[in-house]
């Protein structure tokens, strides 16, 4: 295939950007869509030109590392990560826009690279169990009901890529917020910090910036992880909760 792509190119946090062409030949729709950045990149150093800066690691849909904003759709126009998504998705003679994620609180570091630190704030400041719950054998020994561990468990894929904030016209990090709330409420072990937690937490992302939810649902769409939109509603009423014993 034969594509043009846009892409967004800014040297630093505080310089301004801007999208650049860069045409592309031979792409191999079996490539993944990293893949071909690899190419390009590849390509831009031959000819002297320094290459396009974007994030990845597992390249496997696992360690949220990666994600970019392709042609407006957080991860591109599949349910899956960057890195998961393959150039069979496009056409031949396609034009792609390639930009880092959009959100006051996800400033851009270099090109398509954003800091996403604050999402590590956020569980910094509750997203974990102090209790101690001993070796494998004993952690086992704490009976869960089914429905709540298969709850927690849906819970427990969100990875932290930020493409529900990318995605979100308000750049709420709710469903981010409303997937640790939810897994870490269902486990016994979760109960004891379960008011502070969500306080706590809520507290943070207003801290960085993050919008508030008005129930759009552009997160859940984008989420690669398919994080149901109701752990948002499970925030909510544990919020209002804690707020009732405290
Ligand atoms: S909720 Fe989904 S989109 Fe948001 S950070 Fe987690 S995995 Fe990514
Ligand atoms: S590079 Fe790890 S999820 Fe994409």
Redesign the pocket.
């Known amino acids: 295939m034969n594509l043009t792509l846009k892409i967004w190119r800014q040297d630093g946090p505080d310089v301004a950007g801007e999208l650049v062409t860069y045409p592309i030949s031979d792409v191999s729709p079996e490539m993944s869509f990293?893949e071909m950045l690899d190419v390009l990149n590849e390509q831009l150093i031959e000819q002297g030109v320094e290459p396009v800066a974007f994030?990845?690691?597992?390249?496997?849909?696992?360690?949220?590392?990666?994600?970019l904003m392709i042609s407006g759709e957080a991860h591109g126009p599949e349910v899956t990560?960057?890195?998961?998504l393959h150039m069979r998705s496009f056409t031949d003679g396609d034009t792609i826009t390639i930009e880092p994620w959009r959100a006051e609180a996800f400033p851009v570091v270099r090109d398509l690279v954003v800091d996403r630190s604050a999402f590590d704030r956020i569980i910094q400041s509750g997203g974990y169990i102090s209790v101690n719950t001993g070796a494998a054998p004993e952690a086992h020994s704490t009976p869960v009901p089914k429905e709540n561990a298969d709850r927690a468990f849906e819970a427990a894929k969100c990875?932290g890529?930020g493409a529900c904030v990318a995605a979100c016209p308000n750049a709420s990090a709710m469903l981010f917020v409303g997937a640790k709330i939810r897994h870490l409420g269902e486990m016994p072990q979760g109960q004891p910090e379960r008011d502070a937690r969500v306080v706590s937490m809520v507290n943070q992302h207003d801290h960085e910036g993050f919008g508030g939810c008005t129930n759009i649902g552009e997160c859940a769409g984008a989420c690669?992880k398919e994080i149901p939109l109701d752990v948002i509603s499970t925030l909510n009423s544990d919020f209002r909760r804690a707020k009732r014993h405290s």
């Open positions: 990293l994030d990845s690691d597992c390249r496997e849909g696992i360690c949220g590392m990666c994600g990560t960057t890195c998961q990875i890529c690669p």
